[in-house]
């Protein structure tokens, strides 16, 4: 597997995510948008390691996961992302109207489940 093949970089931000290293992850995703613009994934995953990021960059983030919208406006996984950088940003109406939206789209999505249960847990409305 070549080293700068989307492949490759691809299965380096899924370890790199695993390992909570959320600055490498956001390079390596970089360098995937720069070989293919189009790739929602890639966006996802830099919204993800921006949002988890110590000191988190959400304005960062929600645009890159905005940028993935864009491109897939349909994306659960993206729709769940954008929701918990929402949540985090006290926009709790939005965030709960997208993890609505995500479980429509796909039922069996258990990040945007959890989500929503954790919401009305506490109330956040």
């Known amino acids: 597997m070549e080293p700068d093949s ?5 299965s380096k931000s899924v370890v790199l995510m695993s390992l909570n290293r959320f600055d490498e992850v956001v390079a390596v995703c970089d360098r995937l948008i720069q070989l293919n613009p189009a790739s929602v994934p890639a966006r996802r995953s830099k919204a993800m390691a921006l949002h988890l990021l110590p000191v988190a960059k959400n304005a960062e983030a929600l645009q890159s996961v905005e940028t993935a919208l864009a491109i897939d406006p349909n994306d659960s996984q993206s729709l769940t ?5 929402l949540d985090d940003m006290r926009m709790y109406s939005e965030a709960r109207q997208l993890l609505t939206r995500a479980i429509a789209i796909d039922p069996t999505n258990e990040l945007a489940i959890a989500g929503l249960e954790e919401m009305n847990r506490s109330n956040h409305w």
Do not use: N
Request: without cysteine; neutral net charge.
């Open 6 to 10: 989307t492949e490759f970089l691809t």
């Open 81 to 85: 992302i954008k929701s918990m950088i």
